[in-house]
């Protein structure tokens, strides 16, 4: 494509709009902002309990525990999917959790991603295991979805290969809405954006053999959220 | 394909003789409009987000090459190409230099409008090549060599049976036609396919201008495979498929899935700003952005241009009384419903089209319910004068009789009309009386008020009491 061909698709567009060609537009202040009234004045713990709300609407269950917790949790992950192998992120806040040493002594095959390996060879691990786990930047309470900020040891194909995802998050990072998640994005803009960042909610679903809901049909037919209580339990 | 008839009434004939078409279409919509208003209610104030909706397309149309150039600069500052098609030939050619260059064989496809309308899965396989199409809808319809019925849910014109028999033939050995087995197949097949092709190509639900990014939104997970396996990943956008930042993303989303579906939001969206970045193992090693025009700039500056706000949501055809009857392959287009019978004639001109902007009853309910507010009813109708003036129908009212009669003579149809009526009406009607009816009701209405339509005609009524009395019998 010459800069010329583009001029000359661009310039069109101008002519057809009967004006002289613009560039650097910004878009307005848009004064309306319907979303407000639907979490004003709702706090942190309102919007927990919506998030969690959301997702079992969307047959996700999500576990809360404190991070002493953490092994119960992935206990009962396990035991109800049967999930006999792993692949997870290379991120050091599931280290930080301990989660290696407890696939390890639970005698559960593992898979880091580690970004040194064969790619192929990966890949092919990643189609093969039961379960993928990876640490969530963000959870949207509105709509009970998690924000995966993908990119090296975060390797997008943990989300989505394995028949069972798990995303692990901190409930300090529960945000109201999209709105919180655009303005997070447009925050880190500067640093540069990840190739890819995935919104998730809820399993892969499909309607479209007699509108018949299915799970699973290309992407995770189940999904759990594992939400990391900051303190100790102070709620229950 | 599996010979659509030519002509409009042949279509529409063909259309009303398909049993399951006539059960699966009025199902469809009751089940996706019940979801769209659900959600409208949920929100509390939804003419408050179509506002401004309709403003943040308005805007980004009226500066379209502005923010194009944008886009463009920052696909390309993220390690991207960008190609700026004029013609569906341009885009098609486009994608065939770059799977020569790759020296593909394989191309994994997920859901695009847009490759429809410029029929790009024949000039591929023209050239040899093995295309798969991987939303669960579009795959079926590709075994059966059909096209899409409706914008959101291809595939519903076709039975179980139907797809157990499509996909036992793919399988080798009988499958049963039960749901789970069914996807599950489709998983196991679809996912080889996905690990062996050698290009991905993606539609392009929205483009943003700030971060040269797009987004494809999918409940199956599907385009995020298509994204993310093959080494190479085009995406094909309509040229106004795009918005300015993050900010205005998020309105135009939030009224994506919930128009579409009534969701509030899908099950995934994804935002992927160029190619792998170093240190990444998985996603494509190449990435190109194809801005198609194909028309869409000669409908700028005219009456028409409110149409390029379209999002592609399909509420439009949830609520048409029309569409309900005919469903999707009747209108013979890509597109179909009212937004079909607006941009169909416009893409491809009167000669052929000239029944799709009298195929319809002009009693609003797609412009209600637009969640960008495009007046779709005034669009049809401003396509009707055109035709007179243009010389493509001879007399407005006796063309528009001569359609719409037809689509409402036959008996087993009238019923459905009527029944229709009721719910189209519904957003009309204050207290059971319409006061104001557009289109073919205008003049009517400009002098006296029409009473809602009753919830039960009189046939209906009438075989319910013989019914009854039958029993009492």
């Given amino acids: ?66 991070r002493g917790e953490l092994g119960k949790a992935l206990e009962r992950i396990v035991e109800d999917s049967a999930a006999r192998s792993v692949v997870y992120w290379n991120d050091e806040r599931l280290q930080k959790i301990g989660l290696d040493d407890w696939l390890t002594q639970r005698g559960i095959a593992h898979q880091v991603w580690d970004v040194l390996l064969d790619e192929q060879e990966l890949r092919h691990r990643a189609a093969g295991v039961d379960m993928g786990i990876a640490y969530a930047e963000l959870g949207l309470s509105e709509t009970g979805t998690v924000m995966l900020w993908n990119g090296g040891g975060r390797g997008r194909l943990v989300s989505l290969l394995p028949p069972v995802f798990v995303a692990v998050i901190s409930e300090n990072t529960i945000i109201p809405r999209l709105t919180e998640a655009m303005a ?34 290309h992407g995770p037919g189940k999904v759990y959220v594992i939400l990391l209580q900051e303190q100790e339990n102070i709620y229950e | 394909m599996s010979g659509q008839p030519i002509t409009f009434f042949g279509r529409v004939e063909k259309a009303l003789g398909d049993e399951q078409l006539r059960k699966a279409v009025p199902f469809t919509q009751d089940r996706l409009r019940a979801g769209r208003f659900q959600a409208a209610d949920e929100l509390g104030n939804i003419e408050e987000w179509r506002d401004l909706a309709a403003q943040i397309r308005a805007h980004t149309l009226e500066n379209l090459d502005s923010y194009l150039e944008q886009l463009a600069l920052n696909v390309e500052k993220n390690g991207g190409y960008v190609h700026f098609a004029s013609t569906a030939a341009d885009a098609v050619n486009h994608v065939l230099r770059i799977a020569q260059e790759k020296n593909a064989r394989s191309v994994v496809k997920s859901k695009s409008m847009v490759s429809e309308e410029i029929h790009l899965n024949k000039h591929l396989e023209a050239q040899g090549l093995r295309v798969i199409e991987s939303d669960l809808g579009e795959y079926i ?52 396919e996905f690990l062996e092709a050698d290009i991905g190509i993606s539609g392009c639900n929205f483009a943003v201008a700030e971060s040269g990014s797009i987004v494809l939104i999918s409940n199956e997970g599907n ?138 009853s002009l009693c609003g309910a797609c412009t209600e319910v637009c969640p960008v507010k495009i007046p779709l009813h005034d669009l049809l109708i401003e396509h009707r004068k055109d035709e007179v003036e243009q010389g493509h129908v001879s007399w407005q009212e006796k063309f528009a009789f001569k359609v719409f009669g037809y689509l409402t003579s036959h008996p087993s149809l009238y019923d459905k009309a009527v029944r229709t009526g009721h719910v189209a009406t519904g957003w009309l009607a204050k207290e059971g009386v319409i006061e104001k009816g557009p289109g073919l009701l205008a ?12 919830k039960q005609s009189f046939r209906e009524w009438w075989k319910q009491e013989k019914e009854g009395r039958g029993r009492d019998n």
Avoid at chain 2, 443 to 450: C, K, N, Q, V
């Fill in chain 1, 1 to 66: 494509m010459t800069i010329k061909q583009r001029e000359e698709f661009l310039a069109r567009i101008a002519n057809r709009l009967g004006r002289p060609r613009r560039s650097g537009v910004m878009p307005p202040d848009w004064m309306v902002k319907p979303y407000v009234h639907l979490h004003a004045g709702l706090n942190q713990e309102t919007l927990i309990k919506q998030f969690i709300e959301n997702l079992r609407a969307l047959h996700t269950e999500v576990l809360r525990a404190s």
């Fill in chain 1, 184 to 217: 997070y994005v447009r925050g880190k803009m500067s640093e540069g954006l990840p190739a890819c960042i995935n919104f998730i909610t809820g399993p892969s679903r499909t309607g479209d053999i007699e509108a018949d809901l299915a799970f699973g049909v």
């Fill in chain 2, 141 to 192: 319809i590709q075994l059966a060599k059909e096209t899409p019925s409706h914008l959101i849910a291809p595939a519903i014109h076709k039975t179980r049976a139907q797809v157990a028999e499509l996909f036992s033939e793919v399988a080798g050995r009988a499958l049963s036609d039960e749901t789970e087995v069914l996807c599950q197949f489709a998983r196991e097949e679809l996912r080889r």
């Fill in chain 2, 223 to 360: 385009a995020r495979l298509t994204t993310t396996l093959p080494k190479v990943h085009i995406a094909i956008m309509g040229m106004e498929r795009l918005v300015p930042t993050w900010s205005e993303l998020d309105i135009v989303v939030s009224m994506l899935t919930r128009s579409a579906t009534g969701q509030k939001i899908s099950v995934y969206m994804t935002v992927m700003s160029g190619p792998r970045r170093r240190g990444d193992i998985d996603g494509p090693e190449e990435f190109h952005l194809i801005v198609l025009d194909n028309g869409r700039s000669d409908i700028l500056g005219t009456a028409y241009q409110e149409v390029l706000k379209c999002i592609r949501c399909g509420a439009c055809l949830n609520v048409c009384p029309v569409y309900r009857h005919i469903g999707g392959h009747a209108y013979g287009g890509v597109y179909s419903g009212p937004i079909g019978a607006v941009l169909t004639p416009l893409f491809e001109g009167y000669e052929e089209w000239k029944e799709l902007p009298y195929s319809s």
């Fill in chain 2, 443 to 454: 003049g009517w209405t400009s002098i006296r008020d029409l009473p809602r339509p009753a």
